[in-house]
């Protein structure tokens, strides 16, 4: 059970990475790649109906570990206080300005509403990097390098998914951004990759290259307008980079820590199973369904395809 724990909390943490990566992204483009009021709309409401759904990955993730492993969960965020901290805070400030956006009159108060939105999604992009590579590596240059290799790949996979979902003007510069992120992600990810502990395992090192190798495969579908192809080579590439770090962490989840001694009771262990069996189905099944029914590319305010717009409430 205890195994298992781990890869279920792994696997959630690996969907949030993954689907949370482009909402970052698309946070912090949306200011460059929406130069008036109505490409900002069109970028926002490409994530507007499922960037909160794709938090609960997150909150799911920390409950997981709060249940299974209620050590881990305290030295985790003890060791971690004030980047976590951070964290939440830029997730707040991005959710309100996401929210109120759309009901503010006066550019002038849309501008704060977007610095608040490239803000909070900047800072957990960094930090969430940061904070990983200092698990692995208690460095605070390593930390440095993880947050920004972080921040890079999530420009990547928010520009690749706004190529993916637009049309235009927009969507020629979400392919143009995706190829010059490529500039920063490719060197900093061969850092990150050198940096993993020489003893970690064969796997760990063969899913860390290939999520190189994907990355810059991404950047080549999307110079050859493949979109769909280069969003599922950059959602992989993230997949495999977090099955390295779980992978690594594996056999001690914080410094001094073993999974036996982070992990709650085999009765605590056995309620959550039946607990999880029973939910787990049901909230993938939810998110599947709202990706396939808001699937369509959007134009911007004024052509045929917004058929998301009344729905988002983001831009009215």
Same mark, same amino acid.
Request: aromatic content about 12%.
């Given at each position: 059970?205890?195994?298992?724990?781990?890869?279920?909390?792994?696997?959630?943490?690996?969907?949030?990475?993954?689907?949370?990566?482009?909402?970052?992204?698309?946070? =912090?483009?949306?200011?460059?790649?929406? %130069?008036?009021?109505?490409? %900002?709309?069109?970028?926002?409401?490409?994530?507007?109906?499922?960037?909160?759904?794709?938090?609960?990955?997150? &909150?799911?993730?920390?409950?997981? =570990?709060?249940?299974?492993? +209620?050590?881990?969960?305290?030295?985790?965020?003890?060791?971690?206080?004030?980047?976590?901290?951070?964290?939440?805070?830029?997730?707040?400030?991005?959710?309100?300005?996401?929210?109120? %956006?759309?009901?503010?009159?006066?550019?002038?108060?849309?501008?704060?509403?977007?610095?608040?939105?490239?803000?909070?999604?900047?800072?957990?992009?960094?930090?969430?990097?940061?904070?990983?590579?200092?698990?692995?590596?208690?460095?605070?240059?390593? #930390?440095?390098?993880?947050?920004?290799?972080?921040?890079?790949?999530?420009?990547?996979?928010?520009?690749?998914?706004?190529?993916?979902?637009?049309?235009?003007?927009?969507?020629?510069?979400?392919?143009?951004?995706?190829?010059?992120?490529?500039?920063?992600? &490719?060197?900093?990810?061969?850092?990150?990759?050198?940096?993993?502990?020489?003893?970690?395992?064969?796997?760990?090192?063969?899913?860390?290259?290939?999520?190189?190798?994907?990355?810059?495969?991404?950047?080549?579908?999307?110079?050859?307008?493949?979109?769909?192809?280069?969003?599922?080579?950059? *959602?992989? #590439?993230?997949?495999? *980079?977090?099955?390295?770090?779980?992978?690594?962490?594996?056999?001690?989840? =914080? +410094?001094?820590?073993?999974?036996?001694?982070?992990?709650?009771? !085999?009765?605590?262990?056995?309620?959550?199973?039946?607990?999880?069996?029973?939910?787990? !189905?049901?909230?993938?099944?939810?998110?599947?369904?709202?990706?396939?029914?808001?699937?369509?590319?959007?134009?911007?305010?004024?052509?045929? #395809?917004?058929?998301?717009?009344?729905?988002?409430?983001?831009?009215?």
């Amino acid at each position: 059970m205890i195994d298992l724990w781990f890869v279920i909390i792994a696997f959630l943490w690996t969907g949030y990475f993954v689907l949370e990566g482009f909402d970052f992204g698309v946070g =912090m483009l949306s200011p460059f790649l929406g %130069r008036n009021e109505g490409q %900002r709309k069109q970028v926002l409401q490409t994530i507007g109906p499922v960037w909160d759904g794709n938090e609960v990955w997150l &909150i799911t993730a920390v409950g997981a =570990m709060f249940a299974a492993f +209620p050590a881990w969960y305290a030295g985790f965020l003890s060791s971690f206080y004030l980047p976590l901290t951070l964290v939440l805070a830029g997730l707040i400030v991005r959710g309100v300005a996401l929210e109120w %956006r759309g009901k503010l009159e006066h550019s002038s108060d849309r501008a704060w509403a977007d610095v608040g939105i490239a803000a909070g999604s900047a800072l957990p992009a960094f930090l969430w990097g940061a904070v990983f590579a200092d698990v692995l590596l208690d460095s605070g240059v390593a #930390a440095l390098v993880g947050g920004a290799f972080s921040l890079a790949v999530c420009l990547l996979h928010g520009a690749v998914f706004l190529a993916l979902r637009t049309e235009g003007v927009v969507r020629r510069r979400a392919r143009a951004a995706a190829m010059g992120t490529l500039v920063a992600v &490719i060197p900093l990810g061969i850092v990150a990759l050198s940096s993993i502990p020489r003893e970690g395992s064969g796997a760990v090192w063969i899913a860390a290259g290939t999520a190189m190798a994907l990355l810059a495969a991404g950047g080549s579908l999307i110079w050859r307008r493949r979109e769909g192809w280069a969003f599922a080579a950059t *959602a992989g #590439a993230i997949a495999l *980079a977090s099955a390295a770090l779980f992978g690594t962490l594996a056999g001690a989840p =914080m +410094p001094g820590l073993t999974l036996e001694q982070a992990a709650s009771g !085999p009765y605590t262990l056995n309620v959550l199973t039946w607990i999880g069996l029973a939910i787990l !189905p049901f909230v993938l099944g939810y998110q599947g369904w709202t990706y396939w029914v808001f699937r369509k590319r959007i134009s911007a305010p004024g052509g045929a #395809a917004q058929v998301q717009r009344a729905q988002t409430g983001i831009g009215q």
